[in-house]
């Protein structure tokens, strides 16, 4: 069965720290992908990276990189000298490449909280 | 030029009233979907449709019924509204690329219905 984990709830950072978003994945295909999106107060949600299965790569853009470990089912997402405008609630999110209309599965969320 | 949009933006209503959401697409995806978030944020697929056909449907009441007009609107119309109805859905629509190698499901969402059932 397929399940993302993101055990940190809540995180509350101040201006200009660090901070990393934990995200454990399980799936029993050797093919799928990973994502990341953020869901800023306004409640839209934005797609932030996609990453294939195949491809162990660590992808840096900006303040953003994503650390991806295969060897331990892991997509964590780093965010590099935090900004106010970072506060938002980021999920993980898998899915499988079986079919057409193959559905994300989310883990639950953690929510940002950047303070100035 | 909104790729995917969703209307009302908000739904106030009544318990045990009709309501429909509407989504379209014109990004020329052939995969559209339903996505329901709950009050502790947790997003979860309700439907998804591939050229109109019906692929998922999760355990979600049959008061909740999809229709697929054409590959570029999904609407969701809820019958019978009840308390725990009170959610944002999101529409989402993606692309099946029927290459050699993996198939890619990026999904794009909508902005969202917030749903309030008094």
């Known amino acids: 069965a397929q399940k993302v984990t993101q055990a940190q709830t809540e995180i509350s950072v101040v201006e200009k720290e660090d901070v990393t978003l934990d995200c454990v994945y399980e799936?029993?295909?050797?093919?799928?992908?990973l994502f990341w999106y953020k869901q800023p107060p306004s409640g839209e949600l934005v797609f932030l990276i996609r990453r294939n299965s195949f491809d162990e790569q660590n992808e840096i853009s900006g303040r953003y990189s994503w650390n991806f470990q295969k060897s331990t089912s892991s997509f964590n997402f780093t965010i590099t000298a935090s900004q106010v405008v970072d506060s938002a609630v980021y999920f993980c999110a898998l899915s499988e490449a079986l079919q057409a209309g193959t559905a994300l599965i989310f883990g639950k969320g953690t929510t940002l909280s950047v303070s100035s | 030029d909104t790729a995917v949009s969703q209307t009302p933006k908000y739904l106030v209503t009544q318990m045990g009233n009709d309501k429909s959401i509407k989504c379209e697409q014109n990004l020329g995806h052939d995969t559209m979907y339903w996505y329901k978030q709950d009050s502790k944020k947790f997003l979860k697929i309700m439907f998804s449709?591939?050229?109109?056909?019906?692929?998922i449907n999760e355990t979600v009441p049959n008061r909740f019924s999809p229709k697929s007009p054409d590959k570029a609107h999904l609407n969701l119309h809820i019958n019978s509204l009840e308390l725990g109805d009170s959610a944002v859905y999101f529409c989402?629509?993606?692309?099946?690329?029927?290459?050699?190698?993996?198939?890619?499901?990026?999904?794009?969402f909508g902005p969202g219905t917030r749903l309030t059932v008094l």
């Open positions: 799936t029993r295909d050797t093919t799928y992908y």
């Open positions: 449709y591939n050229n109109k056909e019906l692929i």
């Open positions: 989402a629509s993606s692309q099946v690329f029927k290459r050699e190698g993996p198939r890619l499901n990026e999904q794009f």
